[in-house]
């Protein structure tokens, strides 16, 4: 038994101070070590966001596009130092395949070496067969480059990365660099795709007379019905004990983008996503191939938009479920930590929803006045709406986060200081006044809905705009002109006329300009962009 081709490799990646974490090393087949197998070597990595070679090289006849040169050509080619832009190539070549997505040519040089042209009915030469007897001439064209985060070996690209969570790691980590490659230490392991297996035909013995298992056993069901009536009756019991925990995460970035991740059980999804619509939640579920390490674990991730989730749900799901994890590396470890769920555990019948655990209860916003109480219990301050059961709490965190939000507003310093004062007063014991609660919502509105223009701008602008050489995008619009660099958490939106109705720089609000009309225009072109996308997706369904 030998392992067979090799596409991806996981990455031990060993920096002083902290515990070895891997990452996942995609498309190996496409660069300058593909064939190559790694089992647990020592060697440095060096990985950054710059710009790597596209791995379609194209043959081309006289200006027209004959098809793509397959990965084990290229190697050859490597191998002499020949595959360069407009090299000239002498083949005759010979057509094998001709139909569908598989046809392919070979050509064939002077010294007898051939090379294997694919997807020759993608381009201009389609319903051309070749069976040359003498040699034409050919051209290479090399693909141009493009920004990805990669990952190189001896200064030749490896491959790149896909995952989020290794990306942010990465970058936490200060590692995944725009335009710079950052050497580590690491142990590199090849995962095999396919193995290729040898049996001795002579040690394979086969029974002198075959016979049916049903005819052996007297029955069409083989499976034990005692052993099955036990295993249904204790799935639901199975399922409490391995339940997985809910949790709540939101990385820098994710802040940024105003989202915060909930990752489940993932038995649990369909009673979630009726429960968040119930709640008037804006999410979306994020697919299982995104999120690997979570879905071995067990886990289903929804990505929700913060400024959409009532404070008051907020506050049970931490409640119950605890406060949103911030850091990439307490996440990744906390999940790290469950076990992987076994694929055979039927998961119970859930109930429609879940509206008999309180803290998943539905809950409408009242709409009297809030007025304080009179009770102080330790730093902490109780306020109740008339007639209303519910009762929001206000604390010291609450307070801090008031100040955090107004900082990213571009809030004043004497406004910063007001907050302070207040929070001091608070800390003495002081209850919160009506004018200070309604600033602190005030602000925390804002900061939501600037979010969702955030979220709305990022989104849209890779659809609809262009990428720079520094990893940026620029959208020109009809109205509005975006500027967006996630990794340097910039943002410009400004009017046609020059004006900047939006200016965020390094993730602190610089101007803001930000009417009902503009979030209106924005929300109308994002649910414009996603009707497209689902017309595109059915239509390529219908094909």
Known sequence: MVGGETYTANATIQLPGIQPFEITIRELSKFSYTGQTF???PVTLE????????????IKISGKTLGELDSDSIQQLKSFNYL??????????????ENGTQAFVLGESPNGNLLKINKINFYDFSTQV???KDYRQVTIEMPPTKTRDAVFLNGEPLGVLHFKKDKEALRELGILNVGKLTKVQATLQSNFSTTHVKIDPSTVEYPAVWTKESQAFG???SVNQGQQVMIEKAAPILQKIKERPTILFASAEDKMLGITQLAVDNHKVQAVTKWLTAQNVVYSQVPPEDVVPEAKKGLAVFNLV??????????????KFGAVIESTTEYQQFVNSLPTRPQFLKPPELPTLPLDEKVLEPRTEPKTLIKPSNSINDRVVKTEFNSVENRPVVTSEHLQNWYNVADKLGKSEQYKQRISEIAADFQS???LSQKALAAMNQDTEEHHRLGRLTQIAQKISPVLGESTEDGSIQVKGKIYDIFLNSDRKDLIISQKNGDVVLGVQSGKVQTNKVSPQ?????????RKIDQALLKAKEEGMQL
Do not use: C, H, W, Y
């Open 47 to 58: 990985i950054g966001t710059v710009p790597v070679p596209e791995q379609t090289v194209k």
């Open 429 to 431: 014991g002081q209850q």
């Open 219 to 221: 029955t069409q069901q």
């Open 84 to 97: 360069k832009n407009d090299n000239p190539l002498n083949l005759k070549l010979r057509s094998i395949s």
């Open 518 to 526: 503009v979030i209106q225009t924005f929300e109308q072109a994002n």
């Open 306 to 319: 913060s400024s959409s989730i009532p404070s008051i749900t907020l506050e049970s799901m931490t409640k």
């Open 130 to 132: 070749f069976d040359d």
């Open 39 to 41: 089992n647990s070597q």
